[in-house]
């Protein structure tokens, strides 16, 4: 009979840590990818769903790639820092005893920056450039020089 008021006890005392990688990019609407996995599309400030977060399990650098049509592709790491309460064997009390949700929020804040136009002419010119130094002529006098010995 002792026992119920501590199995209750134990139940109410249900604790949880929830931990969020919050991804803002300005503008919004960028492909998001961590660590090479895509994880979805940033949303602007006002939606009403919020920003786009990621659950996570483990703390440490963490990869991040935003893509988008007509912006410069930006990659960088974030460093996930270990909070006080996760290490041992605090990270007990946190995780089973606490009877609060603990929600450990790090954030990456992006300006995407706009690409610039291409030198379609230039482009060109390097192409027939390359064309030109990769003519057969001259694989073949390679070869031959190596068939004389």
């Known amino acids: 009979m002792r026992t119920l008021p501590l199995i209750v006890l134990l139940l109410l005392c249900a604790g949880c840590v929830e931990r969020r990688l919050y991804i803002r990019s300005e503008p919004a609407g960028a492909e998001v990818y961590i660590d090479g996995e895509r994880v979805g599309v940033t949303r602007p400030e006002k939606d009403p769903a919020g920003p786009l977060y990621v659950n996570f399990a483990y703390y440490g650098a963490r990869e991040y790639t935003l893509r988008k049509p007509g912006f410069k592709t930006v990659t960088g ?14 990270d007990f009390f946190s995780e089973v005893m606490a009877p609060w949700l603990i929600v450990d929020e790090h954030e990456v804040d ?9 030198d379609v002419e230039q482009l060109y ?25």
């Open 77 to 90: 790491v974030k460093q996930l820092v270990t909070p006080w309460y996760e290490y041992p064997p605090m």
């Open 110 to 118: 992006v300006k995407l920056e706009p690409v610039a136009p291409a």
């Open 125 to 149: 010119r390097d192409a027939r450039a390359y064309r030109e130094d990769a003519q057969p002529q001259s694989r073949f006098e390679y070869a031959a020089a190596w068939g004389k010995r």
